[in-house]
C-alpha cells in the first residue's frame, strides 16, 4: 500500500538541533500531503500538511519544504525539544483517494 | 478539527473469539477509516466505511474477518472476528474533515492469546 517513500527509519538529535525528514512519491496526482506525529500509545496527530501550490509552510517550529518536480516534500523542525521525540509519519492523498501513508521516522531529540 | 473516540483502548481475547471496537466522532463525517498499525510500524488501511454504502475493503482483508458498520455519520465498528495471534495489533479509526484530512482516534490495543 506504501507509495510514499520515508526516511531516514530513526533519527537522533540534541536538542536545539534540526532535524530533517524527507518524503518522496511517485503519484503525481497526489494533492495534499500531511505530516502526523505519534506518540507512544496515542494516535497519529495531525502536525502540518501542504499542498502542491507552495514551496514551504510554517506552523510555529515546524516547517514543510516540497519541491513538486522532484516530487519530494520534508518535515524540518526547528528548535527541537525532547518534547519532540516522538514517530513522524508523511503521508499523501490524491483527490478521493486514499491517504498514503510514509512508513515513520522515530526520532529522539536528547536533552 | 474532530475528536475521536474508541473503545475498547486495549484488550486481550482469546484465539477463536470476537471483538467489537467502537469508534465515536465528535461530528458529523462521511467517510471514516479503519487502519492497523503494529507497534514501531506504520499505518495499513484495512477498509473505507461510508455511511450508506458497503465497506470498501483493502488487498489482504476480507469482510468475513473484518466486519465493519456505519449506522449513522457519527459512528462506526470494526470487528475482528475468529481472531488468533496474528491479529494482535494497533486498530485504529479515523475521520475525514474536510475531504482531505484524517483525525485518528487514540487507537484499540488488542492482543490476542
Known amino acids: 500500500q506504501q507509495q510514499v517513500k520515508q526516511s531516514p527509519q530513526s533519527l537522533i538529535v540534541q536538542k536545539g538541533g534540526i532535524p530533517i525528514i524527507n518524503c518522496a512519491y511517485e503519484n503525481t496526482a497526489f494533492d495534499y500531503f500531511p505530516w502526523y506525529q505519534q506518540f507512544p500509545g496515542k494516535g497519529p496527530a495531525l502536525l502540518i500538511a501542504?499542498?502542491?501550490?507552495?514551496s514551504e509552510k510554517k506552523e510555529g517550529r515546524f516547517t514543510i519544504s516540497f519541491n513538486k518536480s522532484a516530487k519530494q516534500f520534508s518535515l524540518h523542525i526547528m528548535d527541537s525539544q525532547p518534547g519532540d521525540s516522538a514517530t513522524y509519519f508523511c503521508?499523501?492523498?490524491?483527490?478521493?483517494?486514499?491517504?498514503?501513508f510514509g512508513a515513520g521516522t522515530r526520532l529522539t531529540v536528547k536533552p | 478539527s474532530a475528536v475521536i473516540s474508541q473503545k475498547p483502548s486495549r484488550d486481550i481475547c482469546q484465539r477463536g473469539t470476537s471483538l467489537t471496537i467502537q469508534c465515536q466522532v465528535d461530528?458529523?463525517?462521511?467517510?471514516m477509516f479503519w487502519y492497523r498499525q503494529q507497534p514501531g510500524q506504520s499505518l495499513t488501511l484495512i477498509a473505507t466505511?461510508?455511511?450508506?454504502?458497503?465497506?470498501?475493503?483493502e488487498s489482504g482483508f476480507v469482510i468475513d474477518k473484518f466486519p465493519i458498520s456505519r449506522p449513522n455519520l457519527t459512528f462506526s465498528t470494526l470487528t475482528v472476528s475468529n481472531m488468533s495471534p496474528e491479529d494482535s495489533s494497533i486498530y485504529l479509526c479515523?475521520?475525514?474533515?474536510?475531504?482531505?484530512?484524517?483525525?485518528f482516534g487514540p487507537g484499540t490495543r488488542l492482543l490476542v492469546l
Open positions: 479515523s475521520a475525514e474533515i474536510g475531504q482531505e484530512t484524517q483525525y
Open positions: 461530528s458529523q463525517v462521511t467517510m
Open positions: 501542504i499542498r502542491p501550490d507552495v
Open positions: 466505511a461510508n455511511q450508506g454504502s458497503e465497506a470498501t475493503y
Open positions: 503521508a499523501a492523498k490524491a483527490g478521493n483517494n486514499d491517504m498514503r
